[in-house]
């Protein structure tokens, strides 16, 4: 939660402060989600917990009208805050993290209602780089490395020309380290292949990107 209060600092600067000065806190829809992940999880085939992917924020009417000129960046926000929430308890996503809210006439304004879903949805995934950029995954195969040639290049002596290639692989993708002279670590630890979770820290060398399944 420290991170998100921290980004929701940055969001609510400026116009949108005037938002928060009464009424629900958007701090506590960012407690009350992470509660429902808790409760709501289950144990999946592999024994990995499986949270909730699917997020439903139900807001008073007048809190919806606070919030809905921010809403799409508050809605970003508070899916990282799950994500970052499943990576620090050790759930998985099936799926892309999406939040959404809705305004609910039986709630009184400082009400708030949360309800979350396992949903597998299509494959859907995405690499960030170390600068923040994101780069989109698809059927086709992508090669990290310092060869210009390569889907994502990296400025990086201790990686390889061509060190690791992540893969579509069933509903999701797998990163596969191809021979490279340091190796590949998926969250500090070395693999040969490995099944990507939202989350995920893939690192090359010095290089640390960061798997996003949304």
């Excluded at 499943?86 to 609910?104: Q, R, S």
């Excluded at 590949?184 to 893939?202: K, M, Q, S, Y």
């Amino acid at each position: 939660m420290q991170g998100f209060e921290r980004r929701l600092e940055r969001l609510v600067e400026g116009s949108f402060s005037k938002a928060f000065r009464s009424g629900l806190e958007p701090v506590e829809v960012g407690r009350r989600l992470t509660r429902v992940l808790d409760a709501e999880r289950t144990m999946g085939v592999d024994g990995v917990p499986v949270a909730p992917n699917n997020i439903g924020v139900y807001l008073s009417p007048d809190d919806f009208d606070r919030f809905e000129s921010f809403a799409d960046a508050l809605a970003r926000e508070l899916a990282e805050t799950a994500r970052e929430h499943a990576k620090a308890e050790g759930y998985h996503f099936v799926g892309p993290v999406t939040v959404t809210l809705v305004a609910d006439d039986e709630l009184r304004a400082g009400e708030c209602d949360i309800a979350a879903e396992i949903h597998e949805g299509l494959r859907v995934g995405s690499l960030v780089l170390p600068d923040g950029r994101r780069v989109a995954l698809g059927e086709q195969p992508l090669v990290i490395g310092r060869n210009a040639d390569c889907g994502v290049v990296v400025a990086d002596a201790r990686a390889s020309r061509q060190h690791a290639e992540i893969r579509a692989q069933g509903n999701g993708f797998v990163v596969h380290d191809l021979d490279s002279m340091n190796g590949t670590l998926v969250n500090g630890t070395a693999i040969r292949e490995h099944p990507l979770a939202d989350g995920d820290e893939v690192r090359l060398g010095n290089t640390v990107l960061r798997f996003e399944a949304s």
